[in-house]
């Protein structure tokens, strides 16, 4: 099959599935990653391996997008009044998962390589399956205030630490590159990400104030999203960096930022559709059966630390028990990242790398069905989750 005819039916099966699924009160999200599990090689194989990499791109720049957007929550004067907070349950959720899964790998028998790398995967919480929740429910309050500002620390603070472990891992099982050339090599991967980003952000908010017209200013943001996107691949550096960077610097800068925002919320849902497919799509079912007890024990203590670490250090800051009770509930997709970073270790660590997959992609197949409606529940319970809408629909 074609790619653009394999675009087009991602689409229309994404719409088609984004209504069927509210009929049973479950999120558009799950809608869109059951049917590409069903149209995809694991399945109906009507999208096939080579139309998913020929259509890689596209996920790319969807994951980009869907940064930019979390980006545009770090604003200064929030973090001001959340900051604290939101680092502090940031760092006790995902180094909770971090520490439970690798120790229960080292009980079980796993080499002390892949226990960090699978305990650094688990730290990560999906952005982009969060958001579409949040986005479809239109959910507001300061369960998803924290929700949104927690997102964008955990994907950072993921990147960080993955970047740091695996210097360590390459110095100690690797090739002994030395401490200094490790040292700059996570340096530049953190601050040529951050800096190409910031400067994008820059000369976007100066072109916008410039722009009057909806269609230019949506022309404007998907063109430094994707500008951004093949700079950061060009320079080696981290593109979710890079693009989370432009929407902060945007959210920070003088000039108005609601309509270059609103804009790129009014265009970006066909992309946003197509990329929940194509991860449905990518999902690998026949590794299910083989989860074995390392995967059962990957899901349990990840959902153990993430749950039980926001609550913990909620516990012990002036927080409300609605936020303690149900912050740590929206913390459990986990999809596009940590598969990213799964190729990341299969490259860099190929004698650790199927090792690691095959706990990972089992795990991410259970999170990525169980953490949509987890977080739309904790949403519901909250009061904060409206009567649902149709995100591809636009409306």
């Given at each position: ?100 899964v690798a120790g229960v790998m080292l009980l079980l028998g796993a080499p002390l390589a892949v226990a960090l790398l ?278």
């Open positions: 099959m074609n790619e653009i005819f394999s675009v087009g039916l991602i689409l229309l099966v994404a719409l088609a599935a984004g209504h069927l699924v509210q009929y049973v009160r479950l999120p558009e999200v799950t809608g869109y990653l059951f049917v590409g599990v069903v149209i995809g090689p694991s399945a109906a194989d009507i999208i096939t391996r080579e139309n998913l990499e020929a259509l890689e791109l596209l996920s790319e720049v969807a994951l980009g997008l869907i940064l930019f957007s979390i980006g545009t929550i770090v604003d200064v004067r929030t973090f001001r009044r959340i900051g604290r907070m939101v680092a502090s349950v940031t760092a006790a959720e995902a180094f909770g998962a971090c520490v439970l699978l305990g650094v995967v688990a730290m990560e919480t999906a952005p982009a399956t969060t958001l579409m929740v949040v986005r479809e429910y239109d959910a507001r309050g300061p369960l998803t205030d924290t929700l949104l500002a927690l997102l964008a620390f955990n994907n950072v603070l993921v990147l960080i630490t993955f970047s740091v472990v695996a210097a360590v891992l390459t110095f100690v099982v690797g090739d002994r590159i030395s401490p200094y050339a490790s040292l700059h090599a996570l340096l530049w991967s953190t601050l040529a990400s951050v800096a190409l980003g910031a400067l994008v952000g820059l000369a976007l908010d100066l072109w916008s104030s410039r722009v009057s017209e909806s269609g230019e200013t949506a022309i404007l943001a998907i063109g430094a999203v994707l500008l951004t996107v093949g700079a950061a691949r060009a320079l080696g550096v981290s593109p979710l960096l890079a693009t989370l960077a432009v929407g902060a610097t945007i959210a920070n800068t003088a000039g108005p930022t609601e309509p270059l925002v609103g804009e790129l919320r009014r265009s970006d849902p066909p992309v946003f559709a197509a990329f929940f497919v194509l991860a449905g799509a990518e999902l690998p079912l026949a590794m299910l059966p083989q989860i074995g007890v390392a995967g059962l024990a990957y899901v349990a203590m990840r959902s153990v630390g993430k749950v039980s670490g926001a609550f913990v250090a909620l516990r012990s800051l002036p927080t409300s028990p609605l936020l303690q009770r149900h912050l740590g509930w929206c913390l459990l997709s986990s999809s596009s990242l940590a598969i990213g970073l799964t190729i990341q270790i299969r490259s860099q660590f190929p004698q650790f790398g199927d090792q690691v997959a095959a706990v990972v992609l089992a795990a991410v197949i259970v999170f990525e069905i169980a953490g949509p409606i987890l977080a739309r529940t904790a949403l519901v319970r909250a009061g904060e989750a409206s009567t649902p809408r149709t995100i591809v629909g636009g409306q």
